[in-house]
């Protein structure tokens, strides 16, 4: 069977994606690497995620908000505020903006990263999206009529590959694409531990003159290390004594963790691919663009690559448009932008004096009226343009 599109990848971006196609009946074969598509680190609390303002008209366009639990009003999984204090909405580089100080109604719900994949899982399976798990992309050629794939030991063929496979996308190495930006100046830990004396650390985010750390709750920690991203970058797996040295030089405390459940690292760094077309080979979601996951950017951002290209997509299989280069016209530079969101972000937080000065500027700009608004325009895409209804 010659599959209209393969899709390396079966995250939200690439399931969305296949929803899209299938919807306008093209035929969608999805390759997955992961056996299961249950993460551990998917069901912790670090795996909520919010919605902006685009990608809740995409999800309510197609029949799927009522899907996601979205009668949970947003609320700041960090912060537990007491007693008359104003609810947090939201944050930029870990500096708040309230309740109250926005000019613009709220724009945003939240949902757990498990919970939409699973929704929309479900909804390709029942729109004959043929997805294969525990089967990784390997190699693929490409002709003036199609591209032929290795996953395995078996061969598929389509008449369009899109590389929805992550950060550090098969699909974008072997197709030549240039992916340029910005070097990490940090590496982030995301932690489930059993702590010994949880109360050493404060809740909430906290800066220091080593890094950042934020507790959400006992036992779960996220660590800023501005290491220049090296530990992540070696690979080597996260071990107790190694969370534990890190947390205590970063929190300058002596906090003792006495077991570490789950562990996952990451960067700031920020690069986008220069175009996110080769012929007929396609990029969408992380494997176009990674950045920083501060302020959660990164999934309205796929999405909203996976509404742009799903029409033109469908458009050009059935002949009825030649808009597929458009594609890389409107999305490239809303990802720039986004990645330079993510790089003011990281600016602010480094731990040293201008940055310190810096981040004083932007908390105060945070408490007026009209700063509080505009950043929380900015999170919650308000007015950013996700794609045409079809």
């Known amino acids: 069977m010659k599959y209209d599109v393969i899709i390396a990848g079966a995250g939200p971006v690439g399931l969305f994606l296949a929803t899209e196609l299938a919807q306008a009946e093209c035929s969608v074969l999805i390759l997955e690497r992961a056996e299961s598509p249950h993460s551990p680190l998917k069901q912790l609390p670090f795996g909520i995620r919010g919605l902006s303002a685009p990608t809740i008209a995409a999800f309510e366009r197609r029949g799927l908000l009522q899907e996601l639990e979205v009668h949970k009003r947003v609320k700041n999984p960090h912060v537990n505020a007491g007693q008359g204090a104003r609810r947090q909405l939201g944050h930029f580089a870990g500096i708040p903006f309230h309740e109250g100080d926005v000019a613009i109604p709220q724009c ?79 590496t982030g830990y995301t932690l489930q531990v059993d702590i010994a004396d949880p109360d050493q650390l404060k809740s909430g985010r906290t800066m220091t003159a080593a890094g950042m750390y934020l507790q959400s709750q006992p036992g779960y920690v996220v660590v800023q290390d501005f290491d220049g991203g090296a530990f992540h970058q070696s690979r080597q797996p996260v071990t107790l004594a190694h969370a534990q040295q890190v947390l205590r030089r970063i929190s300058e405390t002596g906090v003792t963790l006495t077991a570490l459940h789950a562990a996952s690292t990451w960067t700031d760094q920020a690069r986008q691919a220069t175009s996110y077309r080769n012929g007929r080979i396609l990029l969408a979601g992380d494997a176009a663009h990674v950045h920083s996951p501060l302020g959660g950017q990164g999934l309205n951002l796929g999405i909203g690559d996976a509404v742009d290209l799903g029409w033109k997509l469908a458009a050009a299989i059935k002949g009825t448009a030649d808009v597929l280069d458009s594609y890389h016209t409107e999305r490239h530079p809303v990802g720039a932008r986004v990645l330079d969101w993510s790089r003011a972000q990281v600016a602010i937080m480094r731990p040293d004096p201008h940055a310190r000065a810096l981040r004083a500027i932007i908390s105060d700009l945070m408490n007026t009226r009209d700063g509080a608004t505009y950043f929380a325009s900015r999170v919650w895409g308000v007015g950013e343009l996700c794609g045409p209804a079809n």
């Open 108 to 186: 945003s719900l939240i949902s757990e990263m498990a919970e939409i994949e699973s929704v929309l899982a479900r909804r390709a399976a029942a729109l004959g999206v043929e997805i294969r798990r525990g089967l990784a992309l390997t190699s693929f050629e490409q002709s003036g009529e199609g591209v032929g794939v290795r996953a395995g030991d078996q061969s598929f063929e389509g008449r369009w590959l899109v590389g929805c496979d992550g950060a550090r996308s098969v699909v974008r190495k072997l197709g030549g694409f240039e992916f340029a930006g910005t070097a990490p100046e940090f």
